[in-house]
């Protein structure tokens, strides 16, 4: 039996994403953003969710540019502290010890120590409510060399970190079940 | 060191939802979304990103809404099935000996047997591209009785798919690592 829970925003995995952004005077901040994922193939976008009260916002609306860092399940706590604390008044990076790198191709800086980064210009900007959907243009996908299986991202090397709305915690992946666009063919 | 593997829709983890919606007729169908997330708060909104080709598209545009229901590990091959074939030829639910249920409160069915389903009202259509964003007010969360704990859904009982898209497999859920708003706190 379905029992109501309410008009909650809880879904199942959500996903941990780090957003790289440069203020007014190109300090490199970042924060992890609730809510985030993919929206389009062509052109390839992911969106991240923000409100207007982030350093984050801010940064976007000025440089229209950001990067998004995958986490590794190692990098747990750095990425609930991206979370917690603002870039108006902290310096993330230096605090967690980790490394902006300038990305190439945008004017947004990325983790150096996560293991994907994917590199956007922002395409749209949408007003939903409390939130503000900022659709990014993937220009490129980078990933470190140590993750890569045939030239391509490996999830088990990875390790992504899932977080779980619905009592605030994080998970790590666990095992390949089957492949995609074929255990649907089967019969039963 | 980094390597570019181009500018590819490719995020860890992506999530596997599945889209309940009726046509003119008020056949339920269902369709596996390959991009879809949660994207604000308030009002509490998921949206599902689809071409314009498929059945969904057209019965969201009519209907204006959708469930999004989340199937569990065992749902593997009837999730696959469902983003493989096209409701226009064929009866999913049949297909998969799936009941179809209709929301109480959206014009739209869901998956009876998935543990978790969001019924949402079309809040804002967002065209990007190959993809159209369909932003859904969620109206509530229904959460199967037995995969709750003190009445809330409970991940490790939800048991949800994961979708790689680097490498097009599906993954289960791993163990919990931390407390978000937590662990970030600490000192290292």
């Known amino acids: 039996m379905k029992i109501s829970v309410g008009a909650k925003t809880i879904v199942f995995p959500h996903p941990v994403f780090v957003v790289g952004t440069y203020n007014e005077n190109g300090k490199p901040n970042v924060m ?3 809510w985030a994922g993919i929206c389009c193939s062509q052109p390839p976008c992911v969106y991240v969710a ?4 982030t350093y984050t916002y801010d940064n976007i609306r000025r440089r229209r540019a950001f ?3 995958i986490p590794s399940e190692k990098h747990v706590r750095e990425a609930d502290y991206f979370g917690i604390v603002s870039g108006r008044t902290e310096d993330k990076f230096s605090d967690m010890k980790l490394t902006p790198v300038k990305s190439d191709l945008v004017d947004a800086p990325y983790v150096k120590e996560f293991p994907v980064v994917l590199e956007c210009v922002l395409f749209k900007a949408v007003e939903l409510g409390l939130h503000t959907q900022f659709i990014g243009e993937i220009k490129d996908v ?3 060399d140590t993750v890569l299986k045939e030239n391509m991202p490996d999830i088990e090397k ?3 970190l899932i977080f ?3 009592d605030r915690t994080y998970y790590g992946m666990g095992k390949y079940l089957a492949d995609a666009f074929s255990i649907g063919r089967e019969k039963k």
């Open 158 to 160: 990875i390790k992504p």
């Open 50 to 53: 923000l409100r207007e009260a």
């Open 32 to 34: 992890t953003a609730s």
């Open 67 to 69: 990067t998004v860092s």
């Open 142 to 144: 980078k990933v470190e």
């Open 164 to 166: 779980n709305s619905a």
